[in-house]
């Protein structure tokens, strides 16, 4: 499996931004998907995950925000960012996982798309 993250970019507070996440080989219906972000000098953390059925986890800092979606169609996850905030700055990262292997557990990344936030 293959990920593909894009959409990042600059925007100013209160502002909006779509990622999306493609994903090759095995369908990402099949996996639990996940969003990351990393700001420079902190600990990675996750943001949102779907999981194979399509229940949904958000972190406290970006729940009512932030919504994550797939399409199986395209084999794309989405993480749609609404009343984006400077401290959301960061560069993110979708991951996958099998959920044979456990519920949070990611063998697949993509690389990385930065969202920069300007106050």
């Known amino acids: 499996v293959q990920l593909q993250a894009s959409g990042g970019g600059l925007v100013q507070a209160g502002g909006s931004l779509r990622l999306s996440c493609v994903g090759s080989?095995?369908?990402?219906?099949?996996?639990?998907m996940a969003w990351f972000r990393q700001a420079p000098g902190k600990e990675r953390e996750a943001v949102a995950r779907?999981?194979?059925?399509?229940?949904?986890n958000y972190a406290d800092s970006v729940k009512g925000r932030f919504t994550i979606s797939r399409d199986g169609a395209k084999n794309t996850v989405y993480l749609q960012m609404n009343s984006l905030k400077s401290e959301d700055t960061a560069l993110y990262y979708c991951?996958?996982?099998?959920?044979?292997?456990?519920?949070?557990?990611?063998?697949?990344w993509g690389q990385g798309t930065q969202v920069t936030v300007s106050s």
């Open positions: 779907i999981s194979w059925r399509d229940s949904t």
């Open positions: 991951a996958a996982g099998d959920p044979y292997y456990g519920d949070y557990v990611y063998e697949y």
């Open positions: 080989g095995r369908t990402s219906g099949s996996y639990n």
